[in-house]
Antibody, heavy 119, light 111 residues
Framework: QVQLQESGPGLVKPSQTLSLTCTVSGGSISSGGYHWSWIRQHPGKGLEWIGYIHYSGSTYYNPSLKGRLTISVDTSKNQISLNLPSVTAADTAVYYC????????????WGQGAQVTVS | QSALTQPASVSGSPGQSITISCTGTSSDVGNYNLVSWYQQHPGKAPKLMIYEVNKRPSGVSNRFSGSKSGNTASLTISGLQAEDEADYYCCSFAGITTFEVFGGGTKLTVL
């Protein structure tokens, strides 16, 4: 079974860059048509899809965040990464990585989440 | 403001059935049979419960079922159990510009 684990700084200063990594185990990040997603949850709020990446490097971003972020993949390390520059307090959230069998509202495996506070 | 509209809360007694609605538009819920539902217990990651409107992943109880009519999708939980108390989120594909949109979530209380 695929397992995902997010890692990165829990505290980021305003205007700096938020960087998170998701390590995939129990399966290859290059498997089939899988896309690998980032999803965040603001404190006490709902879920917000950030974007996803295919192992080939094709990326798809939430239009409201497009231009602000970069999602990348390292197949040699079985990892995906999220970089969000110029953060503000509004970026404080729990950040999840999730596997997506294909585009279309199908997030089947999730990491435990990484709390990131901008302060 | 979330793209999909869900009631903030629903409640039911053990053994009863409840339904959670998820209202979108003709650009998302109404245009694709790509709606999923997630269960989230406090402090935990969401768990996929329903996908493609009414399909259950392996291991999910058949007490959970999904449906869709027009721009509104629904999640029904029958035979409520205490362990079903959680937040529930719907998600829909919204085309190749917007991609994925979530609902604001519904808190289910088992009385």
């Amino acid at each position: 079974q695929v397992q995902l684990q997010e890692s990165g700084p829990g505290l980021v200063k305003p205007s700096q860059t938020l960087s998170l990594t998701c390590t995939v185990s129990g399966g290859s990040i290059s498997s089939g048509g899988y896309h690998w997603s980032w999803i965040r949850q603001h404190p006490g709020k709902g879920l917000e899809w950030i974007g996803y990446i295919h192992y080939s490097g094709s990326t798809y971003y939430n239009p409201s965040l497009k231009g602000r972020l970069t999602i990348s993949v390292d197949t040699s390390k079985n990892q995906i990464s999220l970089n969000l520059p110029s953060v503000t307090a509004a970026d404080t959230a729990v950040y999840y990585c999730a596997s997506t069998k294909r585009m279309g509202a199908l997030f089947d495996y999730w990491g435990q989440g990484a709390q990131v506070t901008v302060s | 403001q979330s793209a999909l509209t869900q009631p903030a809360s629903v409640s039911g007694s053990p053994g009863q059935s409840i339904t959670i609605s998820c209202t979108g538009t003709s650009s998302d819920v109404g245009n694709y049979n790509l709606v999923s539902w997630y269960q989230q217990h406090p402090g935990k990651a969401p768990k996929l419960m329903i996908y493609e409107v009414n399909k259950r992943p392996s291991g999910v109880s058949n007490r959970f079922s999904g449906s869709k009519s027009g721009n509104t999708a629904s999640l029904t939980i029958s035979g409520l159990q205490a362990e079903d108390e959680a937040d529930y989120y719907c998600c829909s594909f919204a085309g190749i510009t917007t991609f994925e949109v979530f609902g604001g979530g519904t808190k289910l209380t088992v009385l």
